[in-house]
């Protein structure tokens, strides 16, 4: 049993009937008062984010994980297949356990976050960035630069991002998997 003096971005912990990972987190010592630690958790299970506040001392349920590199295989209507590179075993995910899934393609190497005891997938965590080909993209309109203009593009996975304008179909481009945005083209 853990105190809230243990968090920590990235612990996990057992929080109203759910598993909840430590996303942001600040101890806070006020004049006056008792301290507290203040906390943006993210569901494992189902994605949601809810800030929290725990006071100096409290009791937190730490709950064991490990993590292991997966292959992304492919994905049916109900949620996406998985092989681990270990032991060639195979595990499937459901859809809503993973965040910005439009961005994965085949073969894409995959942290899935599992409970230690009993090695039950909570989540899924893409590289910080890919590397996707541009499938599709809007016209750039001449003389529509006196900012930083973007265009729809659409990605070799289906996704929709915001390109710069000199961005064509054919391009390679890097793009962040946190927030699906473009980074920046990638030379061959």
Do not use: W
Not at 47 to 52: P, S
Not at 86 to 92: A, E, I, K, P, T
Not at 173 to 180: A, L, N, W
């Amino acid at each position: 049993m853990a105190t809230s003096n243990d968090i920590k971005k990235g612990l996990c912990i057992e929080f109203s009937n759910d598993i909840f990972k430590v996303i942001e987190f600040m101890h806070v010592k006020p004049g006056k008062g008792p301290a507290f630690v203040r906390t943006k958790l993210k569901s494992v299970t189902n994605g949601k984010v809810l800030d929290n506040t725990f006071s100096a001392g409290h009791k937190i349920d730490e709950v064991k994980v490990i993590t292991r590199k997966f292959q992304y295989l492919y994905d049916d209507e109900n949620g996406f297949h998985f092989m681990n590179n270990d032991d060639f075993s195979q595990l499937y995910l459901d859809k809503e356990m993973i965040e910005n899934s439009n961005l994965m393609k085949a073969g894409e190497e995959v942290t899935i976050i599992l409970k230690e005891a009993d090695e039950t997938p909570l989540s899924a965590e893409l590289p910080q960035s890919v590397y996707l080909e541009v499938i599709e993209a809007d016209p750039g309109v001449k003389g529509n630069t006196a900012t930083n203009a973007l265009k729809n593009a659409i990605v070799e996975t289906g996704a929709r991002v915001m390109v710069p304008l000199f961005i064509e179909a054919g391009d390679k481009i890097k793009v962040s998997t946190e927030d699906g945005s473009y980074l920046e083209r990638v030379k061959e």
